[in-house]
Nanobody
Framework: QVQLVESGGGLVQAGGSLRLSCTAS?????MGWFRQAPGKERDFVAA????????YYEDSVKGRFTISRNNANKAVYLQMSTLTPEDTAVYYC????????????????WGQGTQVTVSS
């Protein structure tokens, strides 16, 4: 069982920035983030492989969000900039032992979620 602890969510004005953090209880191959807005499905946001050589982003966050990780701390981070109200959602940390592409079927463990609210 892998425990994931997220932090960094909150309320921010449009155009602002937030940094999400997620720490795992063990080392994992791929780490990433999904988000779920009210009434919508949980969607992929970003992912990174173990060495940080491969990163993947959902199209709407490219150029605004940056994913990174610190393997010594077993942590993954999501730096979010130029936030818009459309980014409002619960953000979930996700890890996979198999694939950095992070299809939902590849996810082995989920975090509890952290709320990000962007006001206009």
């Amino acid at each position: 069982q892998v425990q994931l602890v997220e932090s960094g969510g909150g309320l921010v004005q449009a155009g602002g920035s937030l940094r999400l953090s997620c720490t795992a209880s063990v080392s994992v191959y791929a780490m990433g983030w999904f988000r779920q807005a009210p009434g919508k499905e949980r969607d992929f946001v970003a992912a990174i492989d173990y060495n940080g050589d491969k990163t993947y982003y959902e199209d709407s966050v490219k150029g605004r969000f940056t994913i990174s990780r610190n393997n010594a701390n077993k942590a993954v981070y999501l730096q979010m900039s130029t936030l818009t109200p459309e980014d409002t959602a619960v953000y979930y940390c996700a890890v996979s032992h198999r694939s950095a592409l992070m299809n939902k079927a590849d996810i082995d463990y989920w975090g509890q979620g952290t709320q990000v609210t962007v006001s206009s």
